[in-house]
């Protein structure tokens, strides 16, 4: 399938990780610090390419799919969801950047992306330099939060999980259609203004491929049970994410109504966060139990911060990742 590169000076590589096959993008001088750019579902590694070149002036860039997604391989399943779990697809990314000479790193995930992100930082402490999270709470969060209106806007993590083929067999027969009504109703206009054509053509072709549309729903069945569990463990363990980390959420994204804290409740009130500015609370408060050195600001976007503002994203990214204050 002939798609639009909208990549400048990166190559195109798949590195054999074990379990999977990983096709990956990557950019940058090669004495850099190293950065790895993790995207979110229904989307690939595509969805970096309004700011991949800009990051690219000062890290060396590497933008993988998700196994299942994209052009990356697709493991078989295995019992209770394990094969896609943030669990698995963590340990993806570590041998990932092993492979390309690199034992620690800097990590920016967006929605599936960043709870492989937390996970990893919690199963592998000390690979992390520095976590960027954005536009989600933790898993458990979110299942703890789950009322009617909750359960409205991300209606999705409940038909995703149910269990196969039912989904798939639903999703198949339009999967252009539903791919883009996700889209396009987690954007702020709630239109598919926000995405260039060609970023569209590459999530439309990744996901009207059967096993791959398969993926998809597993990663959702993981984070019904095995990720949520994981969640659990942690809070119960009372274990931190080491490094410092960044929370970015859109305006108007997914948890822009307030962050949903483990036991279900909200925070919305104006609090101190460790830089020393003020923002509105907003997700920090479910992220307060998973990490000390945290911050975290909102971004005039919707979900999709990367697409539908670029500039502010990369305003908050680039000093977060030099280590400026």
Not at 223 to 238: P, S, V, Y
Not at 257 to 263: I, K, V, Y
Not at 287 to 295: G, K, N, S, T
Request: with cysteine; aromatic share 8%; net charge negative.
């Amino acid at each position: 399938m002939d798609l639009p590169d909208l990549f400048t000076n990166f190559d195109a590589q798949t590195v054999d990780v074990g379990e999977a096959r990983l096709f990956c993008r990557i950019g940058g001088r090669d004495d850099a610090p190293p950065v790895v750019l993790v995207h979110g579902y229904p989307q690939t590694h595509v969805e970096w390419h309004r700011i991949a070149g800009a990051l690219a002036e000062h890290f060396r860039i590497v933008l993988p799919d998700l196994r299942g997604y994209g052009w990356s391989s697709v493991p078989s399943d295995e019992p209770g969801h394990a094969a896609y779990s943030k669990r698995a697809m963590a340990q993806d990314i570590v041998r990932l950047m092993e492979k390309l000479g690199h034992a620690r790193f800097a990590y920016v995930g967006h929605d599936r992306g960043a709870r492989v992100g937390y996970r990893l930082a919690l199963d592998h402490p000390g690979r992390l330099s520095r976590l960027a999270l954005l536009d989600i709470v933790p898993t458990a969060a979110m299942w703890s939060g789950m009322d009617a209106k909750l359960a409205m806007k991300v209606y999705h993590w409940l038909f995703l999980a149910q269990p196969a083929p039912f989904p798939e067999t639903l999703i198949l027969s339009q999967h252009r259609a539903y791919q883009d009504h996700c889209l396009a109703s987690w954007t702020k206009a709630r239109d598919l203004s926000a995405f260039d054509p060609g970023a569209l053509a590459h999530y439309n072709a990744f996901f009207g491929v059967p096993e791959r549309l398969h993926a998809t729903c597993e990663d959702y069945r993981a984070g019904a049970t095995i990720d949520r569990a994981l969640d659990e463990e942690t809070l119960a363990a009372g274990h931190k994410i080491g490094c410092p980390t960044l929370v970015l959420w859109g305006s108007s994204g997914i948890p822009a109504d307030g962050g949903t804290a483990p036991d279900g409740s909200t925070a919305r009130n104006g609090n101190a966060v460790p830089d020393g500015g003020t923002v509105e609370d907003g997700p920090l408060a479910a992220w307060r139990p998973f990490a000390d050195d945290l911050r975290g600001a909102p971004i005039d976007s919707g979900h999709f911060l990367p697409e539908e503002n670029p500039e502010a994203t990369l305003a908050a990214l680039v000093p977060f990742l030099k280590g400026e204050a």
